[in-house]
């Protein structure tokens, strides 16, 4: 497998590099910074990019900025960023820009060999790898939205099972019509509304 390897901690570049010519792949180009990352994979087109997300020119996301880059002209690139520690937008970010042949992992996956060898090369298959850690905070960030709905928002749900559901409301919530229907339309957003008809059992279409 053909590769290019960025990060600007020289320690750290060689060392991976090493493990990836010990496995029998070719570093065709290793570098230190953000722009000569994307030019260096725009030349080369090679089998993977792993990028570190942090790199001069500002020491901030700059990896992360070229992979976006490098996505944006050659939407085939297959590309592992690789982060000291879990950062969600980041993944966020890079899972929005095509779920296909892109990895997160934390830089501490690479101690273990064999693990962080399979992660590349199921990247460089198209497929998408998530450290651990990225998968914990996903699961624990996608609760179900219903339980996160306050007294009042049910009480504004309840009522869906009736006829006259919105008749019921301003007795039970001690409240106008009128500010009823906004508190309502703000529970049930565009988001929810599939959901909680699932949820609730009422009919979507007789909300509003």
């Not at 892109?102 to 060999?113: A, E, H, N, T, W």
């Not at 992660?119 to 996903?138: E, R």
């Not at 919105?166 to 508190?183: D, E, F, K």
């Amino acid at each position: 497998m053909r590769i290019v390897l960025a990060d600007d901690s020289t320690l750290l570049r060689e060392g991976v590099q090493l493990i990836l010519t010990d496995a029998g792949h070719e570093v065709v180009a290793g570098v230190g910074d953000a722009p000569t990352l994307v030019e260096a994979a725009l030349r080369e087109r090679p089998d993977l990019v792993i990028t570190d997300v942090r790199m001069p020119p500002t020491g901030t996301d700059d990896g992360l900025r070229a992979a976006f880059e490098i996505r944006q002209s050659w939407p085939q690139a297959r590309i592992v960023v690789l982060s000291q520690y879990v950062v969600q937008a980041y993944a966020d970010k890079l899972l929005a820009s095509g779920a296909a042949g892109v990895g997160y992992l934390l830089k501490d996956r690479i101690g273990d060999i064999d693990e962080f060898l399979a992660a590349i090369d199921q990247v460089a298959g198209g497929g998408t790898v998530l450290d651990p850690d990225v998968v914990s905070q996903l699961m624990t960030r996608a609760k179900d939205p219903v339980q996160s709905l306050t007294r009042r928002d049910l009480v504004c749900l309840g009522p869906q099972r009736t006829a006259h559901h919105w008749t019921l409301l301003p007795s039970r919530l001690r409240l106008p019509l009128q500010i009823i229907a906004v508190l309502c339309l703000s529970t049930v957003g565009p988001f929810l509304i599939m959901r909680l008809t699932y949820a609730f059992g009422f009919d979507s279409a007789t909300l509003f």
